[in-house]
Nanobody, 122 residues
Framework: QVQLVESGGGLVQPGGSLTLSCAVS????????MSWYRQAPGNERELVAY???????NYQESVKGRFTISRDNAKNTVLLQMNNLKPEDTAVYYC????????????????WGQGTQVTVSP
């Protein structure tokens, strides 16, 4: 059973940095896309950043230049480096995998992590 486990959230002051990690149990053989979403109270879940299996990345306009999504092949994780954090970045951050295969024999599947809280406050 594939699981995505997020970590790295916490409380940080405005202007600070955090790195979120999404670990894929069973490893990563291939994926179509890995994404970070976030959901603030009272708001819909929104896409923050994604990376394709070929390494193409894209970002929500509000985080461009501040957030970086990347893949750590050795650790089977996808990272979200967040710099210059603002109070409006406060949300629960979720990792999503689309078309993920942990091994070559696995069927492709889509998965969500359980979320990690990020709070930006003085």
């Amino acid at each position: 059973q594939v699981q995505l486990v997020e970590s790295g959230g916490g409380l940080v002051q405005p202007g600070g940095s955090l790195t979120l990690s999404c670990a894929v149990s069973g490893g990563i053989f291939s994926f179509d896309g890995m994404s970070w979403y976030r959901q603030a109270p009272g708001n819909e879940r929104e896409l923050v950043a994604y990376i394709t299996g070929f390494g193409f990345t894209n970002y929500q306009e509000s985080v461009k230049g501040r957030f970086t999504i990347s893949r750590d092949n050795a650790k089977n994780t996808v990272l979200l480096q967040m710099n210059n954090l603002k109070p409006e970045d406060t949300a629960v951050y979720y990792c999503k995998a689309v078309g993920l295969q942990s091994t070559a024999s696995d069927p492709k599947g889509d998965y969500w992590g359980q979320g990690t809280q990020v709070t930006v406050s003085p």
